[in-house]
């Protein structure tokens, strides 16, 4: 089956540096997405990786390696309004997005 | 990027009645269109895949005869739910794409709050 995995919560303090991973099983690989999801908001598109190496955008950074099926989702100097939730996603072979359960970020100050 | 228009925003229906929601891609030519549902604290469900001018495929456990979805033209896709009751109540987002133009990121529309009473 296919399948995506990245924690479900983590903590991180205002100002620092948090990584949020995500391993994924799928069949086929035709990208990954991380979106950004406020509560009761549809989610936001942060970044696309469809090839080995980090992908730098401002306070946000994302990693991918194929070859060991995983990304990271590396946020730098945090501010409160990153709290919210990180979805990681992958297009497989048939180009269909699947999801990972997202990953609640929590800052405090 | 591109936008994709979602309507309504939010939308309280009776039980027993049904409701369209209407998806747009309003600068690009969607090829495929995907719907989803997401309850409260969890992660987006998806329910079908719509390409331009077929069937949907709906995912395993969705009801195609509850959760009609027509994907007409390029630009719109509609998701009607049918004889809505209040376990359908629920954050609907669609999201538009086109992948074999080149086109990989998938562009959300702003997501419709479904309440039924």
């Known amino acids: 089956g296919q399948n995506i995995d990245q924690p479900t919560e983590m903590t991180a303090t205002e100002g620092a540096i948090v990584q949020i991973n995500c391993t994924y099983q799928t069949s086929g690989f035709n990208g990954l997405f991380w979106y950004q999801q406020h509560a009761g908001e549809a989610p936001t598109f942060l970044s696309y990786n469809v090839l080995d190496g980090l992908e730098e955008k401002g306070r946000f950074s994302s990693f991918l390696s194929r070859s060991k099926g995983y990304s990271y989702l590396l946020l730098k100097e945090l501010q409160m309004k990153d709290s919210a939730s990180y979805l990681c996603a992958v297009f497989d072979s048939n180009y269909q997005l699947i999801w990972g359960a997202g990953t609640k970020l929590i800052i405090k100050p | 990027g591109a936008v994709v228009s979602q309507h309504p925003s939010r939308v309280i229906c009776k039980s027993g009645t049904s409701v369209k929601i209407e998806c747009r891609s309003l600068d690009f030519q969607a090829t495929t269109m995907f719907w989803y549902r997401q309850f409260p604290k969890q992660s987006l469900m998806l329910m079908a895949t719509?390409?331009?001018?077929?069937?949907?495929?709906?995912e395993q456990g969705v009801e195609k005869d509850k959760f009609l979805i027509n994907h007409a033209s390029l630009t719109l896709s509609t998701l009607t739910v049918t004889s809505a009751h209040p376990e359908d109540s629920s954050f609907y987002i669609c999201?538009?794409?086109?992948?074999?133009?080149?086109?990989?990121?998938?562009?959300f529309g702003q997501g419709t709050r479904l309440t039924v009473v």
């Open positions: 719509s390409n331009e001018g077929s069937k949907a495929t709906y």
């Open positions: 999201s538009a794409s086109s992948p074999g133009q080149g086109n990989t990121e998938a562009f």
